[in-house]
């Protein structure tokens, strides 16, 4: 049997006008949004990309642009995306800039060429809103803002994140703290920022260091960190570096907790199965995805507004790694 948008309709219990604006002609509250996806996933239902785009006169297709898609916090933003995506009858092209200027530029030439409805962009620090401008799309910034603003970007709370973090590590008695921090992104720049703030409000001294965001370069970077100093307790921006933090430590029979605390962002799957578990602050990654995705749909169907900064707040998860010296 064939589902129809009233069937869907049906299922959300709203109306077919209300279930059409969801799936991308008009924008609807983040409530109607979740149960118009809910009724599209429990009836099956597959609009007709070709009659939309031949209506609308634009591509049914989203552009992603990714920093690094070996990264788990953006495989799974990419995932949510696509989900979102695919309630609402649009295909996602993705692409992947290793945080390189030159690609960023490539694959944002790359998106207008295909005419894609609009852009969820993880810019590079070297972006700028003038490029942006350019490419004549409505664009939704994801992880990262732009310094000059003028977009809608969704992004974790790293205020509010870095002081759990440093706060939490002084009342496990930890003094001597140090942070390693990614140096190609403004989220890296910020959340080194907020955690010296925070030090630096406890009266502790500030200690910390910047790398690119890779295994390898987190891992060379800890290691000069620690022939030069050891601290009591390391702050690591995301879960490469995390995981760089425990190869070193095997390496060198550093004990955790009892030598060294180890806390960061990113609550990746293996980070309560290590013994002991981290302690990390965990990001909203599907909140990311559907908050993008339902901002870039208002901002496709709808008029001119103000751009807007949606900030989402972490959760801090307290695992052995922080125990109390």
Not at 3 to 31: F, M, N, W
Not at 36 to 48: D, I, K, L, M, Q
Not at 162 to 170: N, S, Y
Request: net charge neutral.
């Amino acid at each position: 049997m064939t589902v129809s948008i009233k069937d869907v309709a049906r299922a959300a219990g709203v109306s077919t006008s209300t279930v059409s604006r969801a799936l991308g002609q008009g924008p609807v509250s983040a409530e109607v949004l979740r149960r118009v996806e809910s009724a599209v996933a429990a009836t099956g239902y597959r609009p007709n990309l070709a009659a939309r785009q031949l209506r609308s006169q634009r591509s049914m297709t989203i552009g992603l642009i990714v920093a690094d898609i070996r990264n788990p916090f953006f495989t799974q933003v990419s995932r949510s995306v696509e989900d979102v995506a695919y309630a609402a009858g649009m295909r996602v092209l993705l692409c992947n800039t290793d945080e390189d200027p030159e690609r960023e530029a490539m694959y944002l030439e790359l998106m207008a060429e295909e005419r894609v409805s609009g852009l969820i962009v993880t810019p590079t620090r070297h972006l700028s809103a003038a490029a942006l401008a350019r490419v004549d799309r409505p664009v939704v910034l994801i992880d990262r803002g732009l310094a000059e603003g003028g977009f809608d970007s969704v992004v974790l709370d790293n205020a509010r994140a870095a002081a759990q973090l440093v706060d939490h590590l002084v009342a496990s008695g930890r003094r001597r703290i140090a942070g390693l921090f990614g140096s190609t992104s403004a989220t890296g720049l910020e959340r080194r920022t907020e955690v010296e703030a925070a030090l630096a409000r406890h009266g502790l001294a500030v200690r910390t260091v910047m790398a690119p965001p890779s295994f390898d370069a987190g891992h060379a970077a800890l290691a000069e960190l620690f022939d030069a100093d050891p601290p009591e307790a390391l702050i690591l921006s995301n879960g490469l570096f995390l995981r760089a933090a425990l190869k070193l430590c095997r390496e060198r029979r550093i004990e955790v907790p009892g030598r060294l605390a180890l806390a960061g962002f990113d609550d990746e799957v293996w980070s309560d199965l290590v013994s002991p578990g981290i302690t990390v602050i965990r990001q909203p990654v599907e909140a990311f995805g559907r908050e993008a995705m339902a901002a870039l749909l208002a901002r496709i169907s709808g008029g001119p507004a103000p751009a807007r900064r949606i900030m989402l707040s972490g959760e801090l998860i307290v695992r052995g790694s922080t125990a109390p010296v």
